[in-house]
Nanobody, 118 residues
Framework: QVQLVESGGGLVQPGGSLRLSCVAS????????MGWYRQAPGKQRELVAT???????NHADSVKGRFTISGDNAKNTVYLQMNSLKPEDTAVYYC????????????WGQGTQVTVAS
């Protein structure tokens, strides 16, 4: 009923930039918030950044000053601009959305791989 599709991942050198996008589609009544999480091999999934429908944002300390989350409510889309990437940013990045639909709750995307290496 509801799908989240991420794009924009890839291989980038340290210090480089990437922009991730996530589009929500389907029978959506309202999106309350969207966000990005990441999971590196052997580690737990961790919060990267969130944004509410009102535009309020929250960024993890590890990415503050380097990553910026933004959203387009009209397009049900959230973005993550990632600058000054480090090898420790390597992970699968997942999009999350709190959506009111037939089922109201959290929905997840399939993930997109980000690899930072020289």
């Amino acid at each position: 009923q509801v799908q989240l599709v991420e794009s924009g991942g890839g291989l980038v050198q340290p210090g480089g930039s990437l922009r991730l996008s996530c589009v929500a589609s389907g029978r959506i009544i309202k999106i309350n918030a969207m966000g990005w999480y990441r999971q590196a091999p052997g580690k737990q999934r961790e919060l990267v950044a969130t944004i509410t429908s009102g535009g309020g944002t929250n960024h993890a300390d590890s990415v503050k000053g380097r990553f910026t989350i933004s959203g387009d409510n009209a397009k049900n889309t959230v973005y993550l601009q990632m600058n000054s990437l480090k090898p420790e940013d390597t992970a699968v990045y997942y999009c999350d959305a709190q959506i009111q639909s037939a089922y109201t709750g959290h929905y997840w995307g399939q993930g997109t791989q980000v690899t930072v290496a020289s």
